[in-house]
């Protein structure tokens, strides 16, 4: 990154919210898990997966995957 590229920079604050989401999203998974709420806690760990593919995004590093691209 350049710290001069005012553009890298928006991206990176970018990228950096999108991870602390992820960090979010799996505490609120943690939580809800310890609370006996599994089917609510796979929801946030999913959504937690997705985070650093919006990071990578943000970045401007590559196309959004889906969740087809997993497939074998």
Do not use: C
């Amino acid at each position: 990154m350049n710290a001069d590229d005012p553009q890298a920079i928006v991206q990176w604050r970018e990228a950096l919210l999108w991870l602390a989401n992820a960090d979010g999203d799996i505490s609120g998974a943690l939580t809800l898990l310890a609370s006996g709420q599994p089917d609510l806690a796979a929801f946030h760990v999913q959504q937690a997966l997705s985070s650093p593919n919006s990071t990578i995004v943000a970045l401007g590093q590559h196309e959004k995957a889906t969740s087809e691209d997993l497939s074998p």
